[in-house]
């Protein structure tokens, strides 16, 4: 039997064994499951989670008396007090407001509310569109304009985006979108640092328990690095499709458990079936095996380098830095803008293109763009194996050496 | 069975090995000695290729050394270790399937290795839970579990108790009397000095002296006698043919004086001349250790 083979079985092994992996498979899933469940819970209910708000109308004006509609959760009530009477109502009442319309309330920043607490968005939002509406239906009133006629033209328009495509228009959600492809661009991020960092802990436990010199009189070091590379990524490789399955599984259960004619989480899930996960997936598990054949190898030759996991600060960074750049501009400007020159150029560039083009993939992606990111993918993991080959095979013999990097190029141009 | 030829090694700022070149023959105990940093580790990875030499060739049973050979030779390198998170069954197997053997095999032959050295419980236990000389013991099975025909111990009995060194030792001298080559390295030298048939001795990065022990003992021999008489404590007057180095007296009129001969005497000489004066219980040549052959020498070269 081949001897990377042996390897890769025990590293893989030893990993799917583990308790605490077991667990993962059932705990993230739960976890991801339970977060939707409060989040539709949250979305459908916001209104209810809150006390009931109550609304003074001090109305000097006399123009929007009494023409307030009551909301959920929000009752209107006009008032002849004057304004001190209702403040020492309003001190002793949290959920209470007063509103005061001036004669002038036309001026800017004339209509006033006070409350004990700060006002939230949701309520002062509300107010507003009300008084806007108010005063608009008086203005046509004024100016003899029917109202009913309004009315009936009047619609609620919010925007359906269509993607034209060459098969055919096809109905897309920019929300869905945008939470798919951030959530893949986290998702890779932290896997490729997980499982990353778990070649680079595996190297060090060899090299620190000293059994490398006895595995290395039987194998090349080059075998057992590939070995190693390749079974924590199959570990990898594993929970992911676990994690499908499981989701496959549990989305079914809570969506028959919730079915109901326009149900909250069937709608998000109608939305998200616009998204292609195919292929979505295809891509992520490119990405991430590329990129993490990529940076696993740098990983590896770090947890040579040293001799205990508290010794790799110092190189970890630069390796982690075009990661986390790419993850932070990610998920707080790229989404916003996915074709974007810099966008492009991040999903290009192998270190960065695995959390850059996840993101940028829901959105689409022209397949010349995918075609050079992929290429050059696979180039640059050949690359920085064979590099990071040469440094761990002279590293991995290295005691009580501060390595340095003056010293991790002197191991690369070492002869056999 | 291992031809060493003229091995060059060197790292960055210093040269491990000079030009050395040994010659181990097979069914040999060796001992490859010499003081720490003299270059035996880097001589023994090379013929473990887990290092390549800068110049120079190993040659293993005639054949250039290649990957062939890392099933027939074991190795026990001096920092021992194995995955502390690993159970031991399964561990000893992995090592012993990585030079090479079945599974089946592996499960076989460590099983009676763990009868004979009463190692039997615990094939479910991991490395951790083991003391130290545990360890080494489990360490030592994996070792020579493939059957190597070359067997390579780095300070094979540093950190073993007395009784655990023992118990290594003839399982050492087993593997020896069924054919297996044993090459040793050790900074302390009288440690194997009863052990090897032949050795080398390194310092600096060179090779100072190799040989059988016998042969090399031959040269190394200067004439010096330890005798004990009991009888009247003797005086020379310089007809004897030998010279006290000195002499010191014992209990119940016993007298032990050190002796070297004169050029041209023989210890049948002494005798001869002893024997009508006193009464003689013991002769015995006294040979150097190879601690003071390796200072001698290396006092020489300096």
């Given amino acids: ?7 890769i079985q025990r590293e893989y092994l030893t990993r799917v064994r583990k308790k605490a992996f077991i667990i993962m498979i059932f705990a993230v899933p739960l976890l991801i499951l339970a977060m939707g469940g409060v989040i539709t819970l949250v979305a459908k209910n916001s209104d209810q989670l809150t006390d009931a708000q109550v609304v003074k109308v001090i109305d000097e004006s006399g123009v929007f008396a009494g023409k307030f509609k009551d909301q959920q959760n929000l009752k209107f009530e006009t008032t002849q007090q004057s304004l001190a009477q209702v403040k020492t109502d309003l001190k002793k009442d949290d959920n209470m407001s007063a509103l005061q319309i001036p004669v002038d309330y036309k001026q800017k920043d004339a209509i006033k509310i006070y409350s004990r607490k700060k006002p939230g968005i949701t309520l002062t939002v509300k107010i507003e569109s009300e008084m806007n509406d108010i005063a608009i239906n008086n203005g046509m009133l004024k100016n003899h304009i ?10 609620d328009i919010s925007l359906n985006s269509i993607e034209i495509t060459d098969t055919g228009d096809a109905k897309t959600d920019l929300g869905a979108n945008i939470a798919v492809g951030i959530a893949c661009a986290i998702l890779i991020y932290l896997c490729l640092f997980i499982y990353g960092a778990q070649v680079m802990r595996g190297v060090i436990e060899e090299k620190t328990s000293r059994i490398i010199e006895v595995i290395i009189s039987s194998v090349k070091p080059f075998q057992l690095m590939l070995g190693k590379i390749i079974g924590v990524g199959l570990v990898g490789l594993t929970q992911f499709s676990a994690w499908i399955i499981l989701s496959i599984i549990s989305t079914k259960i809570v969506g028959h458990a919730f079915s109901s004619p ?20 295809m891509f992520f598990l490119f990405y991430f095996l590329t990129g993490y054949l990529l940076y696993s190898a740098l990983f590896a030759a770090v947890g040579s380098a040293v ?26 400007i790229l989404f916003r803008a996915p074709d974007s020159p810099l966008a492009v150029w991040l999903s290009i560039i192998p270190f960065t293109a695995p959390v850059a083009m996840m993101l940028r993939l829901p959105f689409g992606v022209p397949g010349w763009q995918l075609a050079v990111s992929m290429s050059l993918m696979i180039v640059a993991f050949l690359f920085t194996t064979y590099v990071a080959a040469r440094i761990y095979r002279v590293g991995i013999l290295m005691y009580g050496k501060k390595a340095s990097y003056k010293e991790l190029v002197k191991w690369f141009f070492y002869k056999e | 069975m291992l031809s060493i030829r003229n091995i060059v090694k060197q790292y960055a700022g210093h040269t491990a090995l000079s030009g050395v070149s040994l010659e181990v023959e097979r069914g040999q105990i060796f001992g490859l000695l010499g003081p720490n940093g003299a270059g035996k580790t880097s001589l023994i990875r090379i013929i473990n290729q887990i290092t390549a030499p800068d110049s120079g060739e190993v040659y293993f049973n005639g054949d250039k050394l290649n990957q062939s050979h890392i099933e027939k030779i074991g190795y026990l390198p001096e920092e021992r270790g194995l995955y502390k998170k690993m159970e031991i069954g399964e561990q000893m197997i992995y090592l012993a399937r990585l030079k090479g053997l079945s599974r089946d095999e592996a499960v076989k032959r460590l099983k009676v290795w763990f009868e004979k050295l009463g190692m039997e419980t615990w094939w479910k236990m991991k490395i951790e839970e083991l003391s130290k000389g545990m ?15 070359l067997i390579i111990l780095d300070e094979p009995f540093s950190g073993f108790d007395p009784v655990n060194a023992e118990v290594i030792k003839e399982e050492i001298l087993e593997l020896n009397r069924k054919g297996a080559t044993i090459l040793f390295s050790t900074h302390r030298m009288e440690s194997v000095e009863q052990l090897c048939d032949a050795i080398a001795l390194l310092d600096r990065s060179k090779k100072i002296l190799d040989g ?12 010096i006698y330890l005798v004990e008489y009991t009888g009247d404590q003797l005086s020379f007057n310089g007809a004897q043919p030998f010279d006290v180095v000195d002499e010191t007296a014992g209990d119940d009129d016993s007298y032990t004086i050190r002796i070297k001969l004169k050029a041209g005497a023989t210890s049948n000489e002494v005798l001869q001349y002893l024997i009508p004066k006193t009464h003689i219980n013991m002769l015995q040549e006294v040979v150097p250790s190879m601690n003071e052959i390796f200072i001698e020498k290396v006092n020489k070269i300096a």
């Fill in chain 1, 1 to 7: 039997m081949n001897k990377v083979l042996l390897i």
């Fill in chain 1, 262 to 281: 326009q149900g909250g989480l069937m709608g998000a899930l109608s939305v998200l079936q616009t998204i292609p996960f195919g292929s979505v997936l």
């Fill in chain 1, 146 to 155: 029917d109202t009913a006629l309004l009315h009936s033209v009047k619609s």
């Fill in chain 2, 135 to 149: 360890q080494q013991k489990a360490q030592f099975v994996a070792t020579v579990l493939h059957e190597p025909d």
């Fill in chain 1, 307 to 332: 001799d205990s996991e508290t010794e790799t600060q110092q190189f970890m960074f630069p390796i982690t830095m075009p990661l986390l750049f790419t993850y932070l501009l990610s998920v707080t």
């Fill in chain 2, 212 to 223: 059988k022990i016998k042969d090399i003992k031959k040269t190394y021999r200067n004439d």
